[in-house]
């Protein structure tokens, strides 16, 4: 399937894309792609710095005519969010993607595919591998572990970069032309419980939800999927209203900012109402589809269970149904500013129950910090309502628009002259990489954009290749017309 990718045009981009999806790359384990990458600088004798933190960073020279222009910055994360359906077996540490064509996409077998953030770093590596490309200085910025954190940029450090324009890669529309993006923190939530014997008289079993979309906690959020932990927790509730339930773990959502798409819970009931336990799932299977009516993969289903050890106390699962119930997630606010646009939002990615602990992962975002605060203020008063202990990681800030951007200008006039039409100025629900890189580097002149992806995060990940071909052309437009020093 690989080499039905490697033929598309522009070959040089997707053979750049399927050589990075075969080194393994999740957040956090970039060791495999940094030595990949820095290899790759390497044999094309260009200047390449690892940073402490672990970015890589490659320098390319001007092209002849082009010295006086100045030095653009092309940016793109090298690491991928790693997700799988559930009756797939893939090991991602070892194994590469397993990408194919369908029509106008490449897609995925079952995972991730890995374009957000491989067609931008592929595109880049395009640029500084080419021989006949007009471009002023190039500084590539590869940086790690964007998706679970954005450690990379947080430690980059000022004044290693020269250059006066920055390119991020990492927008996944190809009409629209990104100026701004919300900031984002992860809630991390932890309360202990006590575990109890497993009441005599009662039956064991596993309640599994799965097939949801799930999708990119932030570019997604709006369009109102299910998320596989409310919608667990809301059957839970319903089924402890007429049966003496109890829980005995959780295992809820897998990625901070993924949305959610399969919930397990390991629960005992009296063995006289097994018949009742059915039939509550099965209404509210078909209550529930009724209300997702985009979700038509949804399935619940109650399978046999190994006995557990110990189940959670009364009273703490009480509390842990209440919190889930009452936590935000979704969409919380609009934008008052720019139509469309979500301004506030939470995700509640992970539930965990198990050895005596509960533990809730969030990822919340806004694009204002006043709003993020308020977000996050309210949130600890849910949990500290049941005495659990929240904690605030990784907070990061958003990119606030610049609408007279000279590279904006720029953008604008490349796209019109080449497709024949505007394009979209707009800012993202989602975190990109500009915002923290700005802290370091205030005064670079930043904008992004990239090709057609959908799903991202999800193993329904797919990028378009008459996409990807119209977004070589623009980069390679950028290039040329970057402004003079």
């Given amino acids: 399937m690989t ?26 384990k970039e060791e495999k792609v940094r030595a990949f990458m820095r290899s790759f600088g390497e044999k094309l004798q260009l200047e390449v710095i690892e940073d402490a933190i672990g970015n890589i960073i490659i320098k390319k020279s001007a092209t002849p005519g082009m010295e006086n222009k100045k030095t653009a910055i092309l940016q793109a ?17 070892q194994q590469g993607i397993q990408s194919w064509v369908d029509g ?42 964007e998706e679970t954190g954005m450690t990379g940029a947080f430690a980059l450090q000022s004044g290693v970069l020269k250059g006066e324009v920055l390119l991020n890669l990492d927008s996944e529309e190809d009409d629209e032309l990104c100026v701004g993006c919300a900031g984002g923190v992860e809630v991390l939530v932890k309360h202990c419980y006590a575990e109890e014997a497993l009441p005599a008289g009662y039956l064991s079993f ?35 209203a ?9 295992n809820g959502g897998s990625l901070r900012n993924a949305i959610p798409r399969e919930s397990t819970v390991n629960i005992v009931i009296p063995a006289f109402d097994k018949d009742k336990l059915l039939a509550l799932v099965s209404g509210f299977e078909k209550e529930i589809k009724v209300e997702f009516t985009n979700e038509e993969k949804l399935t619940l289903s109650v399978e046999a269970a190994d006995k557990p050890l110990s189940v959670m106390d009364a009273l703490s699962q ?16 609009m934008s008052r500013d720019i139509p469309g646009l979500v301004d506030t939002s939470n995700n509640l990615a992970r539930v965990i129950v198990a050895n005596g602990e ?59 002259q080449i497709f024949a039409s505007k394009a979209k100025i707009m800012a993202i629900h989602a975190g990109l990489e500009c915002g923290i890189i700005a802290k370091a580097y205030p005064d670079l002149d930043m904008i992004s954009f990239g090709p057609t992806i959908k799903y991202p995060h999800s193993p329904d990940e797919k990028v378009q290749i008459s996409s990807v071909q119209k977004f070589w052309v623009f980069l390679q437009h950028m290039l040329k017309n970057v402004p003079m020093k």
Avoid at 407 to 416: G, R, S
Wanted: aromatic share 6%; with cysteine.
């Fill in 3 to 28: 080499e039905q990718v490697r033929h598309l045009e522009p070959q040089i981009l997707w053979n750049h894309f399927e050589d990075l999806n075969a080194v393994p790359r999740p957040s956090k």
């Fill in 77 to 93: 994360h090298l690491d991928m969010v790693h997700q799988k359906n559930s009756d797939v077996v893939f090991d991602f540490s």
């Fill in 104 to 145: 106008d996409w490449v897609k995925a077998k079952g995972t991730t595919l890995g374009s957000d953030n491989g067609i931008g770093v592929a595109a880049i590596m395009s640029v500084l591998a080419s021989k006949d490309l007009a471009h002023g200085a190039i500084e590539a910025l590869f940086t790690i572990d």
């Fill in 206 to 240: 596993q309640l599994v939800l799965r097939g949801l979309k799930g999708g990119h906690s932030g570019v997604d959020i709006h369009l109102n999927r299910g998320n596989a932990n409310k919608i667990m927790n809301r059957l839970l509730t319903a089924i402890t």
């Fill in 242 to 250: 007429q049966v003496p339930l109890r829980i005995a773990a959780v």
């Fill in 318 to 333: 009480n509390h842990l149904l209440k919190v889930v119930y009452a936590c935000p997630n979704g969409v919380v606010a």
């Fill in 358 to 416: 509960i533990s809730i992962q969030c990822l919340a975002r806004s694009n204002n910090e006043l709003s993020k605060n308020d977000l996050m203020q309210m949130m600890q008063s849910v949990f500290d309502l049941v005495g659990a202990k929240t904690e605030f990681k990784g907070n990061y800030p958003g990119w606030k628009p610049n609408l007279s951007s000279a590279i904006l200008k720029v953008a604008e006039e490349a796209y019109a």
